[in-house]
């Protein structure tokens, strides 16, 4: 038996990842489940699935599902903050952890679980893109399992050599290919992205996912993130790392071999594919997803990405480049824009200008330890806040000349 912890569970990944153990009650068992402040939703995953801990990150909302545990005459032990997330990862009966807390919440409970020595399924990329070295260096340190779930690197891992390499050459890839499905707007014109509303946004054409990875998915920042963190998963440059759009999003992702091979994984959009392969790995279980029809797809398109219309693609290559702390900047600037987007206090196309911005006003650093990336990370989102109010008022001005 082997027992899980969920960091995120009430999302669409953690769901997902449910609905996979579910299929295979002789094999896996919920230890623990955790989320932000959701209470309905993680009290009705405890009656279902009876973890011995719930981890609430909202103090307020530990107390409230204490209550309400207790009611429904539930021994599962509540914790709360940051410090009840690490314990669950870390824990000794835990064999695999899945990371699926979405943004920079989901870093110290990660690298917990690295240090401890844990199978890490990966589908919080924000940890990398943050503190790739330190976690990298965790995951070494510690002898942990890192497996991605991100389908795009899922399917680089599948199709990637198995033996141990300092660069890709070694082992023959020439280039690692990201598929993106360029989002609901990959057809819109720079006018037409002005008059972007969160409705709108949150409308992916192929994948069902969280509210703040499918506006990513709409900006190409999604895939600029992922560009990064390829960078660490598998020791590639940025220039051994492309983006394609490929609108059906059946190819998950490629690999180029130097001979002119290039291997690729396919599979129906459903993110319980690669949950299953990182659960199971390195056996192969069922994961309840409706098996490909290459006849129903019929056809495989892809298109270079624009980064005159979805800048923030570039950016993500820029930070990547500049290295230090400018990725964890990057990623900061991007959360508090994309929240301020869905509560309709910024436009669109703001977005990418507001990351540009804090790019350019905060000096790089080299990346030295978890608290200095802390550090970066909260002066990141005050500049943000600082630009976005600084934009309000000029736009108050202008409508009042």
Same mark, same amino acid.
């Given at each position: 038996?082997?027992?899980?912890?969920?960091?995120?569970?009430?999302?669409?990944?953690?769901?997902?990842?449910?609905?996979?153990?579910?299929?295979?009650?002789?094999?896996?068992?919920?230890?623990?489940?955790?989320?932000?402040?959701?209470?309905? %939703?993680?009290?009705?995953?405890?009656? /279902?699935?009876?973890?011995?801990?719930?981890?609430?990150?909202?103090?307020?909302?530990?107390?409230? +599902?204490? *209550? /309400?545990?207790?009611?429904?005459?539930?021994?599962?032990?509540?914790?709360?903050?940051?410090?009840?997330?690490?314990?669950?990862?870390?824990?000794?009966?835990?064999?695999?952890?899945?990371?699926?807390?979405?943004?920079? %919440? #989901?870093?110290?409970?990660?690298?917990?679980?690295?240090?401890?020595?844990?199978?890490?399924?990966?589908?919080?990329?924000?940890?990398?893109? !943050?503190?790739?070295?330190? @976690?990298?260096?965790?995951?070494? *340190? #510690?002898?942990?399992?890192?497996?991605?779930?991100?389908?795009?690197?899922?399917?680089?891992?599948?199709?990637?050599?198995?033996?141990?390499?300092?660069?890709?050459?070694?082992?023959?890839?020439?280039?690692? $290919?990201?598929?993106?499905? #360029?989002?609901?707007?990959?057809?819109? =014109?720079?006018?037409?992205?002005?008059?972007? =509303?969160?409705?709108?946004?949150?409308?992916?054409?192929?994948?069902?996912?969280?509210?703040?990875?499918?506006?990513?998915?709409?900006?190409? !920042?999604?895939?600029?993130?992922?560009?990064?963190?390829?960078?660490? +998963?598998?020791?590639?440059?940025?220039?051994?790392?492309?983006?394609?759009?490929?609108?059906?999003?059946? $190819?998950?992702?490629?690999?180029?071999?130097?001979? #002119?091979?290039?291997?690729?994984?396919?599979?129906?959009?459903?993110?319980? =594919?690669?949950?299953?392969?990182?659960?199971?790995?390195?056996?192969?279980?069922?994961?309840?997803?409706?098996? +490909?029809? +290459?006849?129903?797809?019929? /056809?495989?398109? @892809?298109?270079?990405?624009?980064?005159?219309?979805?800048?923030?693609?570039?950016?993500?290559?820029?930070?990547?480049?500049?290295?230090?702390?400018?990725? %964890?900047?990057?990623?900061?600037?991007?959360?508090?824009?994309?929240?301020?987007?869905?509560?309709?206090?910024?436009?669109?196309?703001?977005?990418?200008?507001?990351?540009?911005?804090?790019?350019?006003?905060?000096?790089?650093?080299?990346?030295?330890?978890?608290?200095?990336?802390?550090?970066?990370?909260?002066?990141?989102?005050?500049?943000?806040?600082?630009?976005?109010?600084?934009?309000?008022?000029?736009?108050?001005?202008?409508?009042?000349?």
């Amino acid at each position: 038996m082997q027992y899980v912890t969920i960091l995120g569970s009430t999302g669409t990944i953690g769901q997902q990842t449910l609905d996979v153990i579910s299929q295979h009650p002789q094999r896996y068992a919920v230890f623990a489940l955790t989320a932000h402040q959701n209470v309905e %939703a993680m009290l009705q995953q405890c009656v /279902r699935y009876q973890p011995r801990y719930a981890v609430m990150q909202d103090a307020d909302a530990a107390q409230h +599902l204490s *209550q /309400r545990l207790k009611a429904e005459n539930l021994a599962i032990k509540v914790l709360s903050g940051i410090e009840g997330l690490i314990e669950v990862s870390a824990h000794e009966t835990v064999n695999a952890v899945m990371a699926a807390i979405v943004g920079a %919440a #989901g870093l110290l409970p990660a690298l917990a679980a690295a240090k401890a020595g844990k199978k890490i399924l990966l589908a919080n990329k924000e940890t990398l893109v !943050m503190a790739g070295q330190l @976690f990298m260096d965790a995951v070494k *340190q #510690g002898q942990a399992t890192l497996l991605p779930i991100d389908s795009e690197h899922n399917a680089i891992f599948q199709a990637m050599p198995s033996q141990a390499y300092a660069d890709l050459a070694d082992v023959g890839v020439n280039q690692i $290919i990201l598929t993106a499905s #360029g989002g609901p707007f990959r057809c819109y =014109t720079h006018a037409q992205l002005a008059d972007v =509303t969160p409705a709108l946004a949150l409308k992916h054409p192929n994948w069902v996912m969280g509210a703040k990875i499918t506006v990513d998915s709409s900006t190409l !920042m999604n895939k600029g993130l992922e560009v990064i963190e390829a960078h660490w +998963l598998f020791n590639a440059r940025p220039d051994q790392i492309e983006v394609v759009v490929h609108p059906q999003s059946v $190819i998950h992702s490629m690999v180029s071999y130097v001979d #002119g091979s290039i291997l690729a994984q396919l599979g129906n959009p459903d993110m319980r =594919t690669p949950i299953a392969y990182g659960l199971g790995y390195p056996e192969r279980i069922a994961s309840g997803v409706k098996p +490909l029809s +290459l006849v129903d797809v019929a /056809r495989l398109e @892809f298109e270079t990405p624009d980064t005159d219309r979805f800048p923030c693609l570039q950016l993500a290559y820029d930070a990547l480049a500049a290295g230090g702390t400018a990725p %964890a900047v990057l990623n900061a600037a991007n959360e508090v824009a994309v929240a301020a987007f869905l509560q309709d206090e910024i436009h669109y196309l703001d977005i990418p200008r507001l990351l540009d911005e804090t790019l350019q006003k905060l000096p790089v650093e080299k990346v030295n330890s978890i608290e200095q990336l802390l550090e970066i990370d909260a002066k990141a989102r005050i500049c943000v806040k600082n630009a976005m109010t600084k934009t309000t008022v000029s736009v108050y001005k202008a409508v009042a000349l």
